[in-house]
């Protein structure tokens, strides 16, 4: 014989059942914040900026409801293919070096009738160049024959930049590239050992600008020997980069690269196709028309010289800017 609840009783567990239900659907609701939409795995390549970068990616796909998990690759050929594969899902890189990069990898010429390449080709012959817009396009289709998408790029670019002392662009009246190139000053350059044979850096120098190089000192890119060789006059010129927050530090300024010989390098987020979501899309691209060159040079410091976490800098940075809730 099966016994049945009385009225009242089952009317009790009718309620109680309806209780937990609903329990469990706001214990669900809440779980949206923390891992609910999935796990993502966000890569930096292992040094400063873009680990900052790969932290505030972290930070905003935790807030779009991810549970992330972050990784440092600092060898591209095995960043590279994680990406492609999958085991990375995002992941900050660079606009036209990243073009170069991939056009390299599907083949030297690959893209050398494509009319997206010829818009791209820059003053060294390259297929990419300053002109963002044309290189974004380049990039765009590269990165889709791989399986990656391409999110939107940062106003911040991370680019070579040339520097003299405070004190020799006052005495000759420089601001921009161009002027010391047309003032005929015999100069010697502060730069990496590579320098040389760089289409972007000597040789373009000479070229783009007809700059008179007397010689190259072999100190590094943007080291402190390289800023200290300029302020010290031991060189004139030196090799920097436009995300250097240390560049005022050793009383020197940035000449403008007013003929745009350098590569538009701007940020951006990368993402394995197949992990692609409008969610991920919107919490990465909120980033694109807030984050510039001078925040990411004082961010950057913040970390190298202040000695601060990069992940602390990131959220820091991203609460400032409103882009990350309370």
Known sequence: MTVRPSAP???????????VALLLAIAGCAESTDGQLGSLTVADAGF??????ADMYGELLGQAGYQVERTSVQNTEIAQSA?????????PQYVATYAGLLNSQLGPGRSAGD????????????????????????????????????????DAVDQN??????????????????????????????????CAN?????????R????????????GVATAQTKAAVRDDIAQLGLVLTTDATVADYDLVVLTDDRKLQNADNLVPIVHSGSLTPEIADALNA???????????????????????????????LTDRGLLGA
């Open 9 to 19: 009783r089952a009317a009790a567990v009718a309620a109680l059942a309806a209780v």
């Open 48 to 53: 400063t900026e873009s680990k900052i970068l």
């Open 83 to 91: 990406l492609e594969d999958g085991r990375i899902d995002a992941m």
């Open 115 to 154: 009319d997206t390449a010829a818009e791209a080709t820059g003053p060294a012959g390259s297929i990419v160049s300053s002109d963002l817009d044309s290189t974004l396009r380049l990039l765009r289709g590269l990165a889709d024959e791989v399986g990656l998408s391409v999110l939107e790029p940062a």
């Open 161 to 194: 930049a040339f520097a003299v002392s405070r004190t020799f662009a006052e005495r000759h009246h420089l601001t921009s590239l161009s002027d010391l190139g047309a003032s005929g000053l015999p100069v010697r350059l502060a730069a990496g050992a590579e």
């Open 198 to 206: 760089r289409p972007f850096c000597e040789p373009g120098l000479v």
């Open 208 to 219: 783009v600008y007809g700059i008179r190089i007397s010689g190259i000192i072999e100190t």
């Open 287 to 317: 980033l694109a028309p807030v984050l510039t060159t001078a925040d990411l040079a004082e961010l950057n410091k913040k970390v190298d010289a202040e000695r601060q976490k990069s992940e602390d800098v990131a959220r820091d940075y």
